[in-house]
């Protein structure tokens, strides 16, 4: 049942200068007590773009504003991270990686990574930095995390830029295979947001999910072949490996921009599979626990 | 022809709130409980119960069996104590909780302000927070555009309008927040006491901008402890008091009952020489007061709660058979019921002087509702008054009994009558 539906209903109105009658059309609210599972209600969320829109621009003014080396961050963060990386597994352990200079092959993953992990921890705690506007407005609450995954598409451009750089000073040059970028470019944020949902659902009711967070992403992050190639994983094995959506996303945006071996084959396909069934089942839950965040939060 | 804005049926609303443990745990229990109590949390996790995390074992009801309509463009005002339940009703009005049980229907757009300024971000300047804050709010952007020039000078804040907001003063703030808010324009507006805002001179252009809005056709509700304010914008109110409706009616009717309930606030009453309508100075009732179920004075008795009435007075010359008696009235000036001390067989009072404590006891059968008892005492043979205090006390029959229960609203009227129906049998 319906917590509430814009309906649009004709109500007859007298017009001016008597006799005439003339239908407004008056969008209707209707409030009832929810039970059980409740709808996506897509259309709200589009009805409140616009909001979606204002929150993400706020968020990435506020996290540069009054900033020293804001922007940067964006770019250190995956840089430093390729930096340990290159040093320890690809200097130290020789891990292979793919018949692309390492310092390439770990950049390209850190910076896919990066908006996974930025996008999860973030989202995590957004419903509840966001309390004091759940509890006195009304617009649907899944822009909120919405928003702060949408939000590090700023830093992903800037890192982006820099593996632009990167590709032209080792001279890859990107291949046909690059079109397929976008769709796996929609596949991290489908798995982020599908993580997203979830966790920030969870921390509204249980507030050590955002101290959790971390540990998980580090966790995650290891078993992601950002820092190693996922050809390092035989046959079957692969397959399962392919349950992490992330790794289908990583390899998936190595494999089209910088034209690895790889080829993309059933580890992606899993991976996919298992981020739009996080998205779905991440929706859906947080839509039944959305009715009493304002009372809980 | 349809002119409904606002239906609503038996609306309620539950929270959870903490509350003492039921009993004592043994240590077996507690650690039996230790390692049951993560999987049963975990399992009401996964199917969403709300509240899996706190141990919330108590709730209340913020509103029961709240039932009324309002008209398109009818200016209602809610009014009652803090805690009553007007901030929770604009709330689920607003879509920003859900109800428990009952229903609600609005028709055309709902804006609500139960906060100015919600949404406003101290890095931003004051231009990007009108664009946040009407987003938020629920303004297009074209809309905000629009409207953009109006709301900075009904602020006054022009000059600093691309100034981060944490430079601004906190007066500034409110009234850059409330010019959002008064320009926004939805058919149904839903404001909860955010006008007592900035300075008096900001405050009155507030006033007329909201007088502005009541009088264009739009509906609202409107909740403030402002009774100026709800006097002079609303047509009819209503009284909530512990979550349920006391009073629904004109306006002016709703903040009278309301402040009276007030009035005895000093609920042990010294009776003052002038109120002594009829006084023959032989006795005087010198002061009356109200006891609830525990003993406590007060003014204010739950719905079916017992009470007595106290009162004290004082024999200053010859008195034979005197009868004391004290009457229940509505505000209006109705007589409901009447009684003397001596209707059960206590012997009537003679004497020449002493002090002296009357005390009745009341099984309460009045509905919700204000009430005025009036105190006077006869002589039981000839009839001669000796005392009468019309107006003695004022009595305020709470919406709900102690443990939250109300009369049934299809059951109006002063009092509940002891009726027993038969069965019913078909002819």
């Known amino acids: 049942m319906e917590n509430s539906e814009e309906n649009i209903e004709s109500r007859q109105e007298a017009g001016p200068g008597g006799g005439e009658v003339a239908a407004a059309e008056v969008p209707v609210t209707r409030i009832r007590p929810t039970r059980g599972w409740a709808s996506l209600k897509l259309r709200d969320i589009w009805a409140y773009r616009e909001l979606l829109y204002f929150l993400t621009w706020r968020d990435i003014k506020v996290r540069y504003k009054q900033t020293v080396i804001g922007a940067a961050w964006a770019i250190l963060q995956p840089l430093i991270g390729m930096l340990i990386f290159t040093i320890f597994f690809g200097g130290l352990l020789n891990v292979p990686s793919d018949d692309i200079p390492y310092p390439l092959f770990a950049y390209s993953g850190m910076v896919i990574w990066a908006f996974f992990a930025n996008g999860v921890t973030f989202a995590s705690n957004s419903l509840v930095v966001e309390a004091n506007t759940i509890k006195k407005v009304y617009f649907p609450r899944m822009v909120v995390p919405m928003s702060s995954i949408l939000s590090g598409f700023v830093d992903f451009v800037l890192a982006f830029i820099l593996l632009i750089g990167m590709m032209v000073y080792y001279g890859i040059a990107p291949t046909v295979q690059v079109l397929w970028l976008p769709l796996f470019l929609l596949l991290a944020v489908i798995t982020t947001l599908g993580i997203g949902l979830w966790l920030s659902a969870l921390n509204v009711m249980y507030r050590d999910v955002r101290y959790a967070v971390p540990f998980l992403v580090q966790a995650w992050l290891l078993a992601t072949p950002v820092a190693y190639p996922s050809s390092l994983i035989e046959g079957a094995w692969k397959v399962v490996y392919g349950i992490n959506p992330m790794a289908g996303v990583v390899e998936g945006f190595r494999w089209s921009l910088l034209g690895v071996e790889t080829r993309p084959g059933p580890m992606i396909a899993v991976s996919a599979g298992v981020a739009i069934l996080l998205l779905l089942s991440g929706a859906f839950y947080f839509r039944r626990t959305e009715r009493i965040f304002a009372d809980v939060v | ?427």
């Open chain 2, 1 to 427: 022809m349809n002119d409904m804005a606002i239906k609503v049926e038996n609306l309620g609303k539950q929270y959870r709130i903490g509350g003492q443990q039921a009993r004592y745990k043994t240590l077996r229990d507690t650690i039996a409980d230790g390692f049951k109590s993560p999987f049963r949390r975990m399992s009401r996790l996964v199917h969403g119960e709300a509240y899996a995390g706190a141990d919330l074992h108590e709730s209340i009801w913020a509103l029961k069996d709240v039932s009324f309509e309002v008209r398109q463009g009818e200016v209602l005002g809610i009014i009652g104590r803090n805690g009553a339940g007007k901030t929770t009703l604009l709330k689920v009005l607003s879509r920003i909780t859900e109800p428990t049980e009952g229903a609600a229907d609005v028709w055309g757009r709902v804006g609500s302000l139960l906060e100015v300024g919600v949404g406003f971000h101290p890095e931003l300047t004051g231009r990007e927070n009108v664009y946040l804050n009407g987003a938020i709010l629920g303004m297009r952007k074209a809309e905000i555009d629009r409207k953009y020039d109006e709301i900075v000078i009904f602020a006054g804040v022009k000059r600093f309008i691309d100034t981060p907001m944490k430079h601004y003063s906190s007066g500034m703030q409110v009234r850059l927040a409330f010019a959002i808010a008064a320009y926004l324009e939805p058919e149904v507006l839903l404001i909860d006491e955010v006008l007592a805002v900035g300075d008096i001179g900001f405050q009155r252009k507030c006033f007329n901008k909201m007088d502005e809005v009541a009088y264009g056709g739009r509906t609202v509700i409107f909740v403030s402890h402002n009774m100026e304010a709800v006097r002079s914008l609303c047509s009819r109110g209503i009284w909530l008091e512990d979550g349920r409706i006391t009073y629904e009616g004109d306006i002016s009717s709703a903040i009278k009952m309301y402040l009276e309930s007030y009035s005895s606030m000093e609920a042990k009453v010294n009776i003052a020489e002038e109120d002594h309508v009829v006084d023959s100075g032989l006795l005087r009732i010198n002061k009356v007061f109200i006891l609830d179920s525990e003993g406590r004075v007060t003014s204010r008795i739950h719905y079916r709660e017992d009470f007595s009435v106290g009162m004290e007075l004082e024999m200053l010359g010859k008195v034979e058979s005197a009868r004391i008696g004290l009457g229940v009235n509505t505000p209006g000036g109705q007589r409901i019921s009447t009684a003397h001390h001596t209707d059960a067989g206590v012997a009537a009072l003679s004497g020449s002087s002493g002090k002296y404590r009357a005390t009745a006891s009341f099984k309460n059968r009045l509905m919700p509702g204000l009430y005025i008892i009036s105190v006077g005492a006869h002589e039981g043979l000839s009839g001669k008054g000796l005392d009468y205090v019309p107006g003695a006390v004022d009595l305020s029959v709470l919406g709900s009994s102690k443990e939250g229960e109300g009369p049934d609203p299809a059951n109006q009227g002063l009092v509940e009558m002891s009726i027993d129906w038969t069965e019913v049998e078909k002819l």
